[in-house]
């Protein structure tokens, strides 16, 4: 095997820490200066070996070779051997061949060979991620040849002053709760117990208004005086309840009839009046959970109960009380809620914004010590925060969460290719 020299490998880590440099930049110009260098294996460990003729790695002791293979085209990953001694071809019934991939995170493969016409086949297909370290060991006429190699792929360092600097966060595989969700739409109403239209007791000549629109006043204070025309005496109108004057038709000089002067409104609570049309009705009912959005304003509550739709139309509506102390949802915002309609445990969940598309698979990043690689999973359900996750992760696995985006660029960047 070739012989790497200290001045080759510092050349080779140099280059990782020049594909770097634009997320060092990043950094720095985040007020993050004194970040440190980070670097994939991929690149690293993308060192020249000998090939054999079937484009395999040549693994060689003394005039006996063995030529190593991950064999992928149009089958499951699967090592191809062929063995040959003082330059001609071993018999493959003659020698015998066996290999342990160790994997990050104390996983550890074992896989037997074989005879396949003129090579040696592994008995087992090999799972991705294809990194890992390679122990083989080849018996041929009583004597046992050992070799070693790492083969990694997806795999990143990053020290743990890095990874915090860059925001990369981690959480742990488990079990969680996945919720089956119904998307509808409304938008929020005031509560009509809530809002108060006031008018005259008696006809007559507003002689004094004390609020103005907008202000806030409380239950109980005087809002306006009257002279009534029957009587000519002076009455005072007080408010009825505590809000805001959202509307207001009285001046003093004016004539007070039957017609509304003012209007209070309390909207510390408030409705989310949604839509519920046909091919939900049958799955929307009162008591379950609601999550409210509108941009980046967002709540929860639940449904109270179900209102029969306005004039001809088929939909219902489903009424949703908010608390509104800040008085951001405001009467009239158009507004999407997910409602949930079941919910089930999952043994394996993660949070969404751990995935990444990387080659043709859905990814996370596991992390050991300073080491992450990616793990490509199958998933299940998802209810657009969590997704259950059928192979490919483990419980107990420490997984990244946030920021994960720059490990899949740092890879991507490196642009190291698929070989073993």
Excluded: C
């Excluded at 060689?60 to 992928?72: N, S, Y």
């Excluded at 015998?96 to 550890?108: E, P």
């Excluded at 086949?121 to 991620?129: K, L, N, Q, Y």
């Amino acid at each position: 095997m070739k012989t790497v020299t200290r001045s080759v490998l510092n050349t080779r880590l140099s280059v990782a820490r020049f594909r770097w440099l634009p997320v060092l930049l990043s950094l720095i110009l985040s007020g993050w200066a004194s970040a440190q260098e980070t670097h994939d294996h991929d690149a690293e460990l993308q060192e020249d070996f000998v090939r054999g003729e079937h484009g395999g790695r040549l693994l060689m002791a003394g005039d006996f070779a063995v030529e190593l293979t991950l064999f992928e085209a149009g089958t499951e990953p699967e090592f191809r051997a062929w063995a040959s001694s003082g330059g001609s071809p071993v018999d493959s019934q003659s020698w015998s061949l066996d290999i342990r991939l160790s994997r990050l995170g104390g996983v550890s493969d074992r896989i037997g060979f074989r005879p396949v016409g003129d090579r040696l086949t592994g008995d087992s297909s090999v799972a991705e991620p294809h990194s890992f370290e390679v122990d083989v060991t080849a018996r041929y006429q009583g004597r046992d040849y050992h070799w070693h190699y790492a083969s990694y792929e997806g795999r990143v360092h990053l020290s743990a002053a890095m990874a915090e600097r860059m925001g990369v966060t981690t959480g742990v595989a488990g079990s969680g709760i996945i919720h089956q969700t119904e998307l509808l739409y409304g938008k929020i109403s005031p509560d009509p117990r809530q809002v108060s239209h006031i008018t005259a007791r008696y006809p007559g000549l507003i002689q004094a208004v004390r609020p103005a629109l907008g202000d806030h006043v409380e239950q109980g204070d005087l809002i306006a005086t009257v002279e009534a025309n029957d009587s000519l005496q002076t009455y005072q109108i007080r408010a009825p309840i505590s809000g805001v004057v959202v509307d207001s038709h009285a001046n003093p000089g004016e004539f007070a009839g039957s017609e509304h002067l003012l209007t209070i409104a309390d909207y510390s609570s408030v409705w989310a009046d949604l839509n519920v049309f046909p091919r939900s009705a049958q799955r929307v009912r009162p008591g379950q959970k609601v999550a409210l959005r509108m941009g980046r304003l967002w709540t929860s509550s639940s449904i109270r109960y179900l209102n029969p739709g306005e004039g001809l139309t088929p939909s219902i509506i489903a009424r949703v009380p908010i608390s509104n102390p800040d008085l951001v949802w405001t009467p009239g915002l158009l507004v999407e809620a997910d409602v949930t309609i079941d919910q089930f445990e999952v043994p394996l969940a993660i949070d969404n914004l751990a995935l990444q598309e990387y080659r043709d698979w859905q990814v996370v990043f596991i992390k050991v010590g300073d080491d992450y690689e990616i793990r490509p999973l199958e998933l299940g359900r998802s209810d657009g925060q969590f997704t259950e996750v059928l192979s490919g992760l483990n419980p107990g696995d420490r997984y990244v969460i946030g920021n994960s985006y720059l490990l899949k660029a740092d890879l991507e960047k490196s642009g190291a290719a698929h070989s073993h």
